[in-house]
Nanobody, 121 residues
Framework: QVQLVESGGGLVQAGGSLRLSCAAS????????MGWYRQAPGKQRELVAA???????NYADSVKGRFTISRDYAKNTMYLQMNSLKPEDTAVYYC???????????????WGTGTLVTVSS
């Protein structure tokens, strides 16, 4: 079993910054891609940023230049530095990880429970 726990959400004024963290734990042999997704009220969940085990990154156009994804491979932890936040960034942010399980070698996607980011205007 693998668990993902997000932290770092909260309320911030427009133009401010927040740093989200996602810690993975459990029966982990290898983590492939890790990513951040978000879901605003009444909208579909969308990819915000992702990072492969090799360090390649992918960002949504709406966050390019403002958000930075990073990983601490030794700690199985991922971060999202969010700068110049806008009210439209308000959403629940979810951590996702593609993990090869150490117990049975199966590869599965896991999700965290989400952390709320609210940006006031």
């Amino acid at each position: 079993q693998v668990q993902l726990v997000e932290s770092g959400g909260g309320l911030v004024q427009a133009g401010g910054s927040l740093r989200l963290s996602c810690a993975a734990s459990g029966s982990i042999l290898r983590i492939n891609v890790m990513g951040w997704y978000r879901q605003a009220p009444g909208k579909q969940r969308e990819l915000v940023a992702a990072m492969t085990s090799g360090g390649s990154t992918n960002y949504a156009d709406s966050v390019k230049g403002r958000f930075t994804i990073s990983r601490d491979y030794a700690k199985n932890t991922m971060y999202l530095q969010m700068n110049s936040l806008k009210p439209e960034d308000t959403a629940v942010y979810y951590c996702n990880a593609n993990v090869q399980n150490a117990a049975d070698y199966y590869i599965m996607d896991y999700w965290g429970t989400g952390t709320l980011v609210t940006v006031s205007s």
